[in-house]
């Protein structure tokens, strides 16, 4: 039995060996492999490394953990005020709203990213709508900057936000917070310095879940933005796909891994880890 | 009291706020069903509503590549979420109970590694590696491709309801004399089952939408909705695929209307104790804390 | 009758197998089908049924391809009439045909449709075989677009399709004539126009524009060339709006007064907007061509052929013509198309213009640079 449940605790750890740390390994491997055109030539160099590294890669990079870091910031925003609602405000029918937060997600993110196209046309619906209200008159330039692009994140990444905020703000017990409350405090300082600091895991895992796919995000800035402006994931994409330089690909990918796996640790040590506080 | 005069207030604004989203994220849905009744100019879809007409659902559904492809992606998506949810349970008890320390560890790091992994990359690297194994592309090739960070999903999932097990529950099946086997199944396994909903749930999600995997791993006769639809980014999306959507729409909303009255009906009768909404079940709380205490 | 009911026959007193009975006998057999199901739409295809394939009866076909690139009637009538099954799996561009026939991933397709500048890498690489031209029915195909510089002989390919790029421009707005791509450059500088110029978003045609303002070839693998190009393209890039050669909304609303576009999509947008012009600027421009191609290792050989021959048929051309909004390769395509077809003369390029069009050619040592020299500019845009 107990090398049954042993041998059943493997089979994750195999699989996911086989299939995502081999292939990892061919990517590493690749990193430091001469370059041509549609494959590599297998050896040692650095100068994918230093190409990677090079002056216009850099400042894309940077871009991209900025452009990374408001998106989060925005989800941030906008979902906290509704996970708070949703967990603390509401008794009944609770599982109807976040089914009903849900189905949105299940069609496809490019039909609604390409609705959003429609919507925020100059001459779409919204233009209609703002114009009809008198918020707004001519055309809606909207579409193909960055206030459309941020839009379509923070729409495609917003159950990544709030469900773990949603799960954090569920589990504070009401009695710290009424607790705080009858000691003085307001409800702005209780939220700031009692509930927030207990969702803290949350936070955190809502970060993460947020921020490390939106460095890698490429398609919704291409459809949304016009394409202008550049971000690391359509980097390495143009270089697999169109410049057919699979080494450069591949190094730029393991310092973008490299990074990553540095700030999530720093995450995990400044916000105490992942660990659910004690309650 | 200072405090209902404070909460009358922020309710509402709280309230506004969320009605607010709600609008905000259900505004594409209803312009995809609208304008899938759009007649577009010289077939394609426009931004202004330039007519009525119902021809683009019958044209959809004969448009065999986007039926097949939608079915292809409802398949894997399917195929995904069950193999996530085994493995990403598997995963999930044995990150807390595994009876090793260097299992615990090394399956941690993997599964916060998966997270990290910018999917461009995991995609490159996998096909590379099904070039150099010599495994030709298909459904399967496909299914696995989509499974790494699926499992992880479900791994944290699961992880943070296991932490929160009921010991003393499994402790007298123990002395009931119930072997290791029927523990899981008649303890366990029922109070996971929540957690392991959400998980294939999301699981299937990201699948059926998954396209940048999708786009390296695709073949002539697999191929998905996303990977059709991003072609035809290039010269102008036809209706017919707001009317796919649609379609896929309603048959979602039936299907979830469904599960919800089974679930809801299943829930009275065994009088569970709900806590985290009245779907997700007992007990999904710290759902996405990942962490053994 | 069933061709392939003959598992083994004997020819020439040599036992052949099933596929190169098929292969042999296909040119009678062919005819044979034809006139036994109910005849195709055009009579010469049975008389000229020595030079063709005719149409292989079963099995499957893998097509790789764009999306809503072939009428649907077509397919339909194609899989009803031969009983073969249509696999369609669909790309977004060039790039990723070429990658994903390069690996793994390349294995099972049958026909794939590369525009031309990527008939020659992917020639070159192996991806393709060999065209036997007597299974093919070249009489439905223009000679203007054959031997054409990406592939001299057509060994690899057979056009379907093509086009070219030009400017569409509002020239209530854009007062600055548009006759050269130097215009072009130059118009998207003045006020009121600056900030509302669209390019596509295509790095060999962006650097293009740079090098055709100059006069030069745009196929040039000169880096210093490229480079220059790059340059004059990034201090252009303040003016655009987006990277976007299908912004339909965009032209029409107004919200963008100059973009370069196809033919076709300029087009659907003057059927839009009547008073937008669409012009091919001088020096050159671009030719196009989306071909037919099989890959070598097409496990469906023979159906592959009886698309290609069921496709080219004239009255299958003219329905493809009128729903991808192309001219598809049929000669004198321009009288035949009917004249029910909105804006028909639109989709058609003028002799005079087509002689100046130039088909790109890609060179794989520099094309990374390309990559780079183009990111580069949609950097500065932003």
């Not at chain 1, 871009?63 to 603390?88: D, E, H, K, M």
């Not at chain 3, 740079?210 to 201090?235: P, Q």
Request: some cysteine.
């Amino acid at each position: 039995m107990a090398l049954g449940r042993s041998l059943l605790g493997l089979s994750p750890l195999a699989w996911l060996c086989l299939l995502f740390v081999v292939p990892l390994g061919f990517t590493v491997v690749y990193a430091f492999a001469h370059a041509t055109y549609g494959g590599v030539q297998i050896g040692f160099t650095l100068t994918n490394f230093k190409q990677a590294l090079g002056g216009f890669y850099l400042s894309i990079f940077l871009r991209t953990l900025r452009f990374a870091a408001t998106g989060t910031l925005l989800c941030f925003v906008v979902a906290v005020p509704l996970a708070y609602f949703i967990a603390r405000k509401i008794k009944r029918f609770r599982g109807l709203f976040i089914v009903l937060l849900l189905i949105p997600f299940w069609t496809s993110f490019l039909i609604r990213t390409l609705a959003w196209e429609t919507l925020l046309a100059p001459n779409g619906p919204v233009r209609d709508g703002l114009n009809f209200l008198h918020l707004h008159h001519g055309l809606l330039n909207v579409l193909d900057t960055p206030t459309a692009v941020f839009i379509g994140i923070v729409y495609g990444y917003l159950p990544l936000m709030a469900m773990p905020l949603f799960v954090a703000f569920d589990r504070i017990p009401r009695d710290l917070t009424e607790a705080s409350a009858d000691l003085g405090s307001g409800r702005l300082g209780t939220f700031l310095r009692v509930t927030l600091p207990l969702a803290r895991p949350g936070v955190a895992a809502g970060c993460l879940l947020t921020f490390v796919p939106m460095t890698g995000e490429y398609v919704i800035p291409a459809l949304l933005g016009g394409d202008k402006g550049v971000l690391m994931g359509g980097l390495i994409a143009n270089q697999y796909l169109t410049a057919q330089n699979f080494a450069l690909g591949s190094a730029m990918a393991v310092l973008i891994l490299a990074v990553l796996g540095v700030f999530v640790f720093m995450l995990a040590r400044t916000t105490g880890g992942f660990r659910p506080v004690p309650q | 009291m200072r405090l209902l005069r404070g909460r009358s207030w922020i309710n509402g604004a709280l309230g506004l706020w969320s009605l607010a989203v709600f609008v905000f994220l259900f505004a594409p849905i209803v312009t995809v069903v609208v304008f899938s009744f759009n007649q577009g100019v010289l077939g394609k879809q426009t931004a202004n509503f330039t007519g009525f007409t119902t021809r683009w659902y019958p044209e959809a559904w004969g448009n065999t590549a986007l039926r097949h492809d939608v079915g292809v992606s409802f398949k894997v998506a399917v195929a995904v979420a069950i193999l996530a949810t085994v493995l990403g349970t598997i995963t999930g008890i044995t990150l807390v109970r595994g009876r090793s320390r260097a299992l615990r560890l090394t399956l941690e790091g993997l599964v916060y590694l998966l997270l990290i992994v910018p999917e461009i990359v995991l995609a490159v690297s996998l096909l590379l590696f099904y070039t150099k194994a010599g495994v030709s592309l298909g459904m399967w090739p496909l299914i696995a491709g989509h499974s790494p960070f699926t499992i992880a999903v479900v791994a944290i999932i699961v992880r943070s309801r296991v932490v929160a097990l009921d010991l003393a529950t499994e402790d007298a099946a123990a002395d009931l004399g119930a072997g290791g086997w029927r523990t899981f199944w008649d303890v366990i396994f029922p109070q996971l089952r929540p957690a392991m909903l959400a998980g294939a749930i999301l699981a299937f999600t990201f699948s059926f939408d998954d396209l940048v995997v999708s786009l390296f791993l695709t073949t002539p006769t697999v191929t998905t909705l996303p990977v059709y639809l991003f072609g035809t980014v290039r010269l102008g999306a036809r209706p017919d695929v707001d009317a796919i959507a649609a379609m896929m729409l309603a048959f979602t909303v039936t299907v979830l209307l469904a599960a919800g009255l089974v679930y809801r009906w299943q829930a009275r009768r065994s009088g569970a104790r709900l806590a985290f909404g009245d779907v997700l079940g007992p007990g999904t709380e710290g759902a996405f804390a990942p962490g053994a205490p | 009758m069933e061709p392939t009911d003959f598992a083994v026959t004997v020819v020439k007193g040599r036992r052949v197998g099933r596929r190169e009975f098929l292969t042999a006998g296909a040119a009678g057999a062919g005819a044979l089908l034809l006139a036994a199901c109910g005849g195709s739409s055009t009579s010469t295809s049975t008389a000229k049924a020595s030079s063709h394939a005719g149409l292989a009866k079963g099995g499957t076909l893998n097509l790789w391809t764009w999306p809503d690139y072939y009428a649907p009637a077509n397919l339909k009538a194609f899989q009803a009439k031969t009983g073969t099954k249509l696999n369609i799996a669909t790309y977004d561009s060039n790039d990723t045909a070429f990658a994903k026939l390069n690996t793994a991933g390349g294995a099972s397709f049958d026909i794939v449709v590369p525009t031309s500048d990527f008939v020659p890498v992917m020639a070159q690489h192996g991806l393709l075989q060999k065209l036997d031209h007597s299974r093919i029915p070249l009489q439905y195909v223009d000679p203007k677009l054959l031997r054409k510089v990406f592939d001299p002989h057509n060994d690899y390919s057979i056009p379907k399709d093509y086009g070219t790029i030009g400017v569409i421009y509002n020239p209530a707005v854009v007062k600055h004539p548009i006759r050269t791509w130097q215009d072009y450059l130059d118009a998207g500088a003045q006020p009121g126009v600056s900030g509302k110029v669209e390019l596509a978003d295509v790095p060999d045609e962006t650097l293009g524009i740079a090098l055709w303002a100059e006069g030069k070839d745009w196929n040039t693998d000169n880096l210093a060339d490229l480079r220059h190009a790059a340059e004059v393209m990034k201090a252009f890039a303040k003016h655009v709006h987006a990277f976007n050669e299908f912004d339909v909304s965009g032209v029409t609303s107004g919200a963008v007064v100059m973009a370069v576009v196809t033919q076709g999509t300029a087009r659907e947008m003057m059927l839009q907007k009547k008073s937008l012009k669409f012009v091919i600027p001088q020096p050159q421009s671009e030719l196009w061509v989306d071909n037919y191609c099989i890959t070598a290792k097409a496990p469906d050989v023979n159906q592959a052929y009886s698309f290609i021959d069921y496709m080219l048929q004239p009255a299958h051309q003219l329905k493809d013509c009128a729903f991808i909004g192309y001219p598809t390769a049929l000669p004198n395509l321009q009288s035949k198309l009917p004249a029910s077809v909105p804006l028909r003369n639109e989709i058609f390029i003028s002799p005079a213009d087509f002689n100046r069009l130039v088909p790109h050619v890609i060179h794989p040592a520099i094309q990374g640079t390309v990559e780079n020299l183009y990111s580069e500019i949609q950097a500065a845009a932003a």
